[in-house]
């Protein structure tokens, strides 16, 4: 048994030195679903984070409670939703997304996006209210002196984005559910990974592992790097 | 003269608290005023109100003549600017700081720098362009953000406590430039504080906010050289003393204030009066000096508090005096608690409560 480990480890690095097709092409894949539904769902998550930080109205509350609480839903059950949703007998059925990258890219973008507004939103709550008042009584318009307290809360954002973008590439219900991990079309990293750890193809799936562990990590240091050197 | 901005019964309710409570001011174009007043009166409401980034609950507001309203408030908030109390900077260098509000304004490149350079040698900050705005010291900030307020030569400049929790050089210099750039400028400025010291050396007018209200509004002589009850019950003025007084036959008053103390104050009332000696203005002394001042006590020292530049003392003459002297004065006269000492304050230093 340690021996197959240890082989399957050994026979990992060489697919992924070697630049094996099937590895690059999956790894790809992932960081194109993912990067897709990160940017999806900041596209539609930055302004709801925005209006939620910086103004006060009527069940702003309940609404930040809610994007709080959907910050741990169970990736399967979305995937079920989203999967009738799709599916030729659901209301959104004609536009026969099921199984394709994009429904992939929209249920991941659905996912991940309580993370993007409730991150964030305390990014935003956290920046001294003064700086509003301030680029106001510099001569920003309401709408300037919104991007200025955007602007100081970057470091928040950027962490917020790269939550998301991580949760998105390392979560398995919803990819699995609406993508159907169809080989050389819909399959990812996480989808592949289970299959092929099933099939007993154990050195795939270890290379892929590593692969997705790697993205992560680098993902999460570099910005963090980048973050340190601004300040 | 032009009044620059004029407030008419302006309300400011937050909730079930009234923060302003029908206050009515008028600023003259050009002069410094000071508005005082301790924490919780209502300054920083007022002028963030003053400067168009809150609007008040009720009343009017005219700048320049113009009634303000929603149609205009935004572009008469442009020739106003406030400096914040708690330093506010925008997490980036000083010359973004200072910058934003020309870029905001559309000036060039070139011409921001050259305004940028100059302003920062205003508040003798030169070369600072390419700091990190959160990364030099408080006073070195606040400079900034004087800076950056008055880079935009705007004709109203508002300030909030500049100088609160500064030591005595940033202090100054905070207090010098906003007294050149009105001179060379003729900008208004309006200046909360409840350093009353500063408020009569650098403003010609002031008024006296409590419990948002105004309850006194005069030259700056008028209101911190003969206090009121208004100003004493913020002030916590030392060295007061209630007693009775009789009129002498050479013009001034004796007052009795008890425990073997009478002090001679140039004013003439007789009966009930409340008093008060401001520290700096006691004379301290190991011996006897031979002056013109009527007011001669010997005491002892029984409590010492150095306050960076200046050291206050506390003297038991009987009654308790409270005198303040410079720290280099402290240590040539070589005091500790116990020392005698002698303490001389003029007839007309003593002001009627």
Redesign the interface.
Known sequence: MGNEIIDGFIKALQLILSGDHTVMEISGRSILVSGSATMLSVLWGLPVATILGLKRFRGRFVLKGLFNAMLGIPTVALGLVLYLFFSNAGPIGFLHVLYSPPAMIIGQAILITPITVSFITSAIESI?P??K??????????T?ASI?VL??SMSGVVLAITASFNRAIAELGVVLMVGGNIAGFTSVLTTTIALETNKGNIELSIALAIILLLIVSVLSVSINLIQRRK? | MKNIIELENITKTYGNITALDHVSLKIRQGEIFTIAGPNGSGKTTMLKIMAFIDTPTSGEIHFNGVKVGDENRSQIRTKCTMVFQKTALFNTTVYKNIAYGLKLRGFSKKEIDERVKDVLGFVKLDGYEKRFAKKISGGEQQRVSLARALVLDTELLLLDEPTANLDPKNMSIIEETVSRVNRERKNTAVMATHNLFQAETITKRAALLLGGKIVEVGTAQEIFRTPSKHLTSFARLENVFSGTSRILKEGTSLIDVGDGVEIEAALRKSGKVSVFVRPEDIILSRKPISSSARNVFKGRIVEISDLESVVRLRVDAGKQFVVQITKRSFNEMQLNVRSEVFLTFKASSVHVV
């Open positions: 001294d003064e700086i008042d301030l680029a106001k009584t510099l001569g920003a318009s309401e300037e200025a602007k100081e300040t």
